[in-house]
């Protein structure tokens, strides 16, 4: 049983709490901090969105289980701890409101941890079956595929219905776990060096495929006597990163430093070499890389001092963006997009956590893991990488795709800078993949809110058929951003705002 089988679940299995409160907690795929209602009942732990929801987001089976207290270093927020649920083998980090309140948590979770009694029951639907023949569905299906399309929502009759899409999920599936994951991009603070490029990029011609090694791409030097003042800011699933000071000239950098293996070195040599090569002012500047020892890459990069755009969405009923904000952060982006797509390159990651601030209202774009060079030999990709809310249909269904899904994603993140969050967040990240390929993106809640040239670029943007949808040179030029975008300056006041609230 994982934290995404809900939709199954008996509403008795939560209706008599042994505790019940609010805390916080970080998500997995995407790594920012969403409050929810937690409901403790025997030796699972239940949480909603909204305390009045009828029914779950998420459960952790607690049998088996263990937690640790954190500090603050490590998440960089207090009275935090770490609940390891062996069952799914998954780590949940969990924010509480106060010290005591976290003892109190902690010592319930432990006491599910040691429940022996049976607990309730799920009420289990029928195994999924489906097949592209509409009565008698798949035939063969591995359990554990079957167990993944339970676990996602998907229920059986929309399988039935929709059996391309649910194939869909399955290669989805195969494919993620063959792949790494990574850590969200860290903060960082501006640099002084200005980029003259214009907004408009002549296409450059397709590059040859050029194999490189790591060795290649890297500084000899020793970092080590190079850098100094190494301050841990932050960690995830590839490493971790240190603000550091750059000794021959006293300036502030962030170094992110990463274990190298045979899984991640073909990510690494490539998102090397693309930031290597890319000079922006929209782009977060690359300084230099490293290899220390004999299996660890350190990549110094600009440090942006005002967070990621995630920081401020976090605090969305606090910090409420207006529509000058909005389209400069998007103008801003898809100059980026304009720029890197020029040189035949896909992001493949534009999303709020990688679009980093600073405090004087700059907008740059970070976190090259996922990006991928086009060359005469793969002039289009059929690779599904990126984070699910965010992927363009195309990308989803393991079509050949372009530049354009980048502009997808860029649609998305103007949903979220709207409304908060990306759609289908509510949702098991399968079933989410799901319903963009069944439905596509929903309307925005308020439409009358927000002015008709927003609403256009955003239909523009989430437009299903790539062909019809615009590039990011052709968006530049629309209302939305030409007449609606404020400066940076107009930015300051938020990135200011988050940053008071997050102290």
Not at 422 to 448: D, S, V
């Amino acid at each position: 049983m994982s934290d995404d089988e809900t939709m199954s679940m008996n509403p008795e299995m939560w209706a008599k709490p042994h505790k019940q409160g609010e805390m916080k907690k970080q998500g997995h795929v995407v790594k920012n901090w969403k409050t929810r209602w937690f409901i403790l009942q025997n030796d699972f732990l239940f949480y909603f969105k909204n305390k009045s929801d009828a029914k779950p987001v998420g459960c952790i089976p607690l049998r088996g289980s263990n937690t640790k207290e954190i500090t603050d270093n490590k998440v960089g927020k207090p009275n935090c701890f770490e609940l390891n649920a062996a069952k799914i083998s998954k780590v949940f980090f969990i924010q509480c409101g106060s010290l005591n309140d976290m003892k109190d948590w902690v010592q319930a979770i432990e006491a599910g941890a040691d429940y022996s009694s049976v607990s309730a029951p799920y009420n289990v639907q029928h195994e999924v079956h489906v097949d592209f023949d509409q009565n008698t569905g798949y035939s063969g299906l591995p359990p554990e595929w079957e167990a993944i399309l339970k676990g996602s929502g998907i229920s059986e009759a929309e399988a039935k219905q929709n059996p391309k899409a649910v194939q869909v999920v399955i290669d989805f599936v195969s494919n993620e776990e063959r792949k790494s994951k990574r850590p969200p991009p860290p903060p960082r603070t501006k640099a002084n060096t200005k980029s003259t490029a214009p907004n408009q990029y002549p296409q450059q011609p397709l590059p040859e495929e050029k194999p490189l090694t790591l060795q290649e791409l890297v500084s000899k030097d020793d970092p080590q006597l190079i850098y100094s003042n190494m301050e841990k800011i932050g960690e995830g699933a590839a490493g971790e990163v240190f603000r550091a000071t750059h000794n021959p000239t006293g300036k502030v950098v962030a170094i992110k430093q990463m274990e190298i293996n045979g899984d991640n070195l073909p990510l690494l040599i490539t998102e090397i070499g693309i930031m290597k090569t890319s000079h922006h002012a929209n782009v977060v500047e690359f300084f230099d890389s490293y290899i220390v020892g004999d299996q660890q890459l350190w990549v110094v990069m600009e440090f942006m001092d005002g967070g990621c755009l995630t920081d401020i969405l976090e605090l969305f009923e606090d910090i409420k963006m207006k529509e000058p904000e909005i389209a400069f952060c998007c103008k801003e982006t898809m100059k980026a997009l304009s720029y890197i797509h020029s040189l035949n390159r896909i992001h493949r990651d534009i999303k709020s956590d990688n679009l980093l601030l600073s405090t004087d209202g700059k907008v740059k774009l970070a976190d090259f893991g996922y990006a991928a060079q086009l060359t005469q030999r793969k002039q289009k990709r059929n690779t599904v990488v990126g984070t699910p809310y965010w992927m363009a249909p195309e990308l989803i269904r393991g079509h050949d795709y372009g530049t354009k899904v980048d502009v997808w994603s860029l649609g998305i993140m103007l949903m979220e800078m709207v409304e908060g969050e990306p759609p289908y967040m509510e949702f098991p990240p399968l079933r989410a993949l799901f319903l963009i390929t069944t439905k596509g993106i929903p309307p925005l809640k308020e439409p009358h809110k927000w002015s008709n040239d927003l609403n256009d670029f955003f239909n523009k943007c989430i437009e299903k058929d790539a062909e019809k949808r615009p590039s990011a040179q052709e968006l530049l030029k629309h209302p939305f951003l030409v007449k609606n975008a404020g400066t940076a300056k107009d930015l300051i006041p938020a990135v200011k705002r988050c940053k008071e609230l997050r102290s």
